[in-house]
């Protein structure tokens, strides 16, 4: 079974680094997970009144107010069947900053949208349309949010982004150094910067023995996308 990232990417994705195509072609029939363990060497946010919005997030697991340097960092992944029958990654990311947080969300292939959705937070209130793209330069993969939407019970609207951000997210692996890197940024047309970090980070590949954690699981699940 080819991954979500794949679908999306077609035989473009093998113009990807190899150790990205193996990192990103995790799908629910390979009955193993992803753990990322490494450093954040810069974990950064915006301007003063930045931090409401930022605060709000923890509620959910989608943003944080720290900030620090050479922050410990790990990320579990793990590709699972959900409850709707919809092939599914779990991106769970932990900071060991002043305070344990935690940015939570999964990401599924949309057929209706022909897009990647990414469902943020731990209740997959908010879905947020992904494209995705080959950095040139280091051969990693891109990724860039668009359209989002929030869902709660009945009701379903277009999120307004003057409440959020647009994220910039690329990941390649730095052969220099034989480890993954990541750099994220998420801005705000109006706000501007909001929320960000940097660092790099190793890989274990572990058995699933046909089931995942339920802690890298959503506590809802959302059927619209």
Same mark, same amino acid.
């Given at each position: 079974m080819t991954s ?100 939570d969300a999964t ?11 990414? =469902?943020? +937070?731990?209740?997959?209130? $908010? ?5 995705? /793209? %080959?950095?040139?330069?280091? @051969?990693?993969l891109r990724l ?52 960000? =970090?940097? +660092?790099?980070?190793?890989? $274990? ?5 046909? /089931? %995942?954690?339920?802690?890298? @699981? ?8």
């Amino acid at each position: 079974m080819t991954s979500i990232y794949q679908q999306i990417l077609g035989s473009q994705f093998y113009r990807l680094h190899p150790k990205i195509q193996e990192r990103f072609s995790l799908s629910s029939h390979d009955g193993k997970g992803a753990i990322g363990t490494g450093v954040m060497e810069r974990v950064w946010h915006g301007k003063f009144y930045t931090l409401p919005f930022l605060f709000v997030g923890t509620w959910r697991h989608i943003m944080f107010p720290e900030n620090g340097i050479n922050v410990p960092f790990t990320i579990e992944n793990y590709a699972y069947t959900d409850k709707f029958q919809r092939e599914t990654v779990t991106w769970v990311r932990t900071f060991q900053t002043t305070k344990t947080r935690r940015f939570d969300a999964t990401m599924i292939y949309s057929t209706q949208r022909n897009k990647i959705v990414d =469902y943020l +937070g731990t209740h997959q209130h $908010l879905a947020v349309d992904i494209d995705l /793209s %080959i950095d040139e330069k280091t @051969k990693g993969l891109r990724l860039r949010t668009g359209e989002q939407r929030f869902y709660e019970g009945l009701l379903g609207f277009r999120f307004p982004m003057f409440f959020s951000g647009y994220a910039d997210v690329c990941e390649w692996y730095d052969d220099s150094i034989d480890k993954y890197r990541i750099k994220v940024n998420v801005a705000n047309s109006l706000w501007g910067p909001l929320f960000g =970090y940097e +660092g790099y980070f190793d890989v $274990l590949w572990i058995p699933t023995h046909g /089931s %995942i954690p339920a802690h890298v @699981k959503p506590i809802r699940e959302e059927k619209r996308e």
